[in-house]
T-cell receptor
Framework: GAGVSQSPSNKVTEKGKDVELRCDPI?????LYWYRQSLGQGLEFLIY????????KSGLPSDRFSAERTGGSVSTLTIQRTQQEDSAVYLC??????????????FGAGTRLSVL | QKEVEQDPGPLSVPEGAIVSLNCTYS??????FMWYRQYSRKGPELLMY????GNKEDGRFTAQVDKSSKYISLFIRDSQPSDSATYLC????????????FGKGTKLSVKP
């Protein structure tokens, strides 16, 4: 597609349930990133993929969070046993290279997660 | 001290005004500097990026980086109501491939 696509656009879940968020990067982009944006906070880095491997998982806030990427394309971010503090907008971005700045990142519209 | 500081605003200006948006940072290793624009309920959109110090101009937008002062700016000339959005600065060091550090964003409103 023309841009980064994320689904669902909105997700409401009950505390304790698992959720899966999906990201389709721009075709040909080898690098994929997940960020979280909470109200009043900046974007918080979660994890970075180069191809199917994740050289930097340093931003995942707890072991309830995991992510995978298959075929060098689609990525899924899974949050297990969701908590109310997980409520945020989860943004996916992709770029041509793994370098953080030379080509910039292109973001999807995000998944707005609400944990009740 | 946070790594990147950005005044959240809100900033309200009349149409046609020159807008100045700024960020300061503490990490001298940062070399890549970006500005993103984010409309409500949309993802951030890359607006400008610069490497190291200097100026970069693109249409009505000018980005400036002063590494000696650890200060970056985005100027918007002849501002339009369509420029109303949240502007986020972001930066990273060489080799930190995934981890862009973002400011919290400045909310700008351009009144017609």
């Amino acid at each position: 597609g023309a841009g980064v696509s994320q689904s669902p656009s909105n997700k409401v879940t009950e505390k304790g349930k698992d959720v899966e968020l999906r990201c389709d990067p721009i075709s040909g982009h080898t690098a994929l990133y997940w960020y979280r944006q909470s109200l009043g906070q900046g974007l918080e880095f979660l994890i970075y993929f180069q191809g199917n491997s994740a050289p930097d998982k340093s931003g995942l806030p707890s072991d309830r969070f995991s992510a995978e990427r298959t075929g060098g394309s689609v990525s899924t971010l899974t949050i297990q046993r969701t908590q109310q503090e997980d409520s945020a907008v989860y943004l996916c971005a992709s770029s041509l290279w793994g370098t953080s700045g030379m080509k910039g990142k292109y973001f999807g519209a995000g998944t707005r997660l609400s944990v009740l | 001290q946070k790594e990147v500081e950005q005044d959240p605003g809100p900033l309200s200006v009349p149409e046609g005004a020159i807008v100045s948006l700024n960020c300061t940072y503490s990490n001298s290793a940062f070399q890549y500097f970006m500005w993103y624009r984010q409309y409500s309920r949309k993802g951030p959109e890359l607006l400008m990026y610069t490497y190291s110090s200097g100026n970069k101009e693109d249409g009505r937008f000018t980005a400036q980086v002063d590494k000696s002062s650890k200060y970056i700016s985005l100027f918007i000339r002849d501002s339009q109501p369509s420029d109303s959005a949240t502007y986020l600065c972001a930066m990273s060091g060489r080799g930190s491939q995934g981890n862009l550090i973002f400011g919290k964003g400045t909310k700008l409103s351009v009144k017609p």
